[in-house]
T-cell receptor, first 111, second 117 residues
Framework: QKEVEQDPGPLSVPEGAIVSLNCTYSNSAFQYFMWYRQYSRKGPELLMYTYSSGNKEDGRFTAQVDKSSKYISLFIRDSQPSDSATYLCAMRRNQGGKLIFGQGTELSVKP | GAVVSQHPSRVICKSGTSVKIECRSLDFQATTMFWYRQFPKKSLMLMATSNEGSKATYEQGVEKDKFLINHASLTLSTLTVTSAHPEDSSFYIC?????????????FGPGTRLTVL
């Protein structure tokens, strides 16, 4: 079993839709959770960073962490074609620890 | 701020040759840099952690004699793929952690696509 599971998609939505991206994990020791966006043939860029459980909002993006269920989510409101990319979840046990990535979900937002 | 560059962005080489990839932190000094490998539609796999002035720490299953890492300065780390073979073809990405942030955030380079013929 992989430490971090993420549905690779592809996920296709119309412009303006609310997008929900999710990851599950098996190691309860993970405390730091990130979401990265990766455009084709580019390196990942950090979108959201959350410590422990709870919600965090930044513009159209909301990250949720439910440690009891070992489940994290990223919501994108009012999705735009420019949001079309691969979204990777990542997590680590502690500061300085190794980042464990999900497989990435490929998102396509159609105009 | 916090820009990481990689060079080259793309390289094609013949089997048996060695290829060097550079990773630079442009506007900050990175005491720790990381090298990842990514296959198509796959997650990033950490290959090694590189600390300035010391030997790199390799992940299990990564051949240190094949993937030579040098972190000679606070702004430059290099990955050399020695005697490359077609199975080494992949997307190689480096990242650098921002000092003072408790290594909570890694900034990634744009990646290098290696194709070994």
């Amino acid at each position: 079993q992989k430490e971090v599971e993420q549905d690779p998609g592809p996920l296709s939505v119309p412009e303006g839709a609310i997008v929900s991206l999710n990851c599950t994990y098996s190691n309860s020791a993970f405390q730091y959770f990130m979401w990265y966006r990766q455009y084709s043939r580019k390196g990942p860029e950090l979108l959201m960073y959350t410590y422990s459980s709870g919600n965090k909002e930044d513009g159209r993006f909301t990250a949720q962490v439910d440690k009891s269920s070992k489940y994290i989510s990223l919501f994108i409101r009012d999705s735009q074609p420019s949001d079309s990319a691969t979204y990777l979840c990542a997590m680590r046990r502690n500061q300085g620890g190794k980042l464990i990535f999900g497989q990435g979900t490929e998102l396509s937002v159609k105009p | 701020g916090a820009v990481v560059s990689q060079h080259p962005s793309r390289v094609i080489c013949k089997s048996g040759t060695s290829v060097k990839i550079e990773c630079r932190s442009l506007d900050f000094q990175a005491t720790t840099m990381f090298w990842y490998r990514q296959f198509p539609k796959k997650s990033l796999m950490l290959m090694a952690t590189s600390n300035e002035g010391s030997k790199a720490t390799y992940e299990q299953g990564v051949e240190k004699d094949k993937f030579l890492i040098n972190h000679a300065s606070l702004t430059l780390s290099t990955l050399t793929v020695t005697s490359a073979h077609p199975e080494d073809s992949s997307f190689y990405i480096c990242s650098a952690s921002l000092p003072g942030q408790g290594d909570n955030e890694q900034f990634f380079g744009p990646g290098t696509r290696l194709t070994v013929l």
